[in-house]
């Protein structure tokens, strides 16, 4: 099998690449413009038979303790239309596309990769926005409106390529922070990277096995 790891920094899967995996890598950047340009040129220049993401995240709320590392199972760019009467309103509330037009799923963009129910990893919803913060308005209008576990700046661009290219993918995220906290120190960044790149091994392992 033809295996693609994907994260936006070396940092994130640094144990992962210092065993100097046989599997190809891909570091493609921060944020989701990045990842889309990076990931699509990577896919049109190789078969791979699954694209695995791998990073940290921020956690709305006390569901994830840190540390913790979950498989993300849908996504949406959650800062892609407008906020209108303090209430944030996607493409679809706006009438701007149909939230069933390929590759979206009643708004979302669905992993319905079997391999996901073979993980013992919590499999949760996710967003990605352009911009994190520490506004708790923001937070708390992603919270009502998306009811999602885990923020980051890329998930969605590897489910929105990889849906549209019909190529299997995984996203891998370890909890690093709370969603709004930007005080480093309070963060746990080792610990969430070192679950990950033990989770992303055991994942790989779990793939091979068949």
């Known amino acids: 099998m033809q295996m693609l790891v994907v994260s936006a920094t070396e940092l ?30 990577k896919l049109h220049s190789k078969t791979f038979d699954l694209v695995i993401q791998a990073g940290i995240a921020g956690a709305f709320g006390n569901g994830l ?5 979950v498989l993300v199972q849908k996504e949406i760019f959650a800062d892609l239309g407008a906020i209108e009467n303090n209430q944030l309103k996607s493409v679809f509330d706006m009438g701007l596309a149909e939230n069933n037009d390929t590759p979206y799923t009643n708004g979302w963009l669905v992993n319905e990769l079997p391999l996901l129910q073979k993980s013992n990893l919590k499999k949760v919803p996710g967003i990605t926005v352009n911009t994190v913060s520490d506004n708790k308005y923001l937070a708390d209008l992603y919270t009502n409106k998306y009811h999602a576990a885990v923020e980051t700046m890329e998930g969605a661009s590897l489910h929105y390529v990889c849906l549209q290219e019909k190529i299997p993918f995984l996203q891998l995220r370890s909890i690093s922070n709370r969603v709004g906290e930007r005080d480093k120190n309070k963060w746990e960044m080792q610990d969430a990277i070192q679950h990950l790149n033990a989770e992303l091994v055991t994942i790989i392992n779990l793939t091979t096995a068949g």
């Not at 303790?65 to 590392?69: C, F, I, P, S």
């Open 65 to 69: 303790a840190l540390g913790e590392t």
């Open 12 to 41: 994130e899967i640094a144990p992962f690449l210092s065993s100097k995996p046989s599997i190809d890598f891909l570091i493609t950047g921060v944020g989701s413009p990045a990842c889309i340009y990076q990931l699509q040129k």
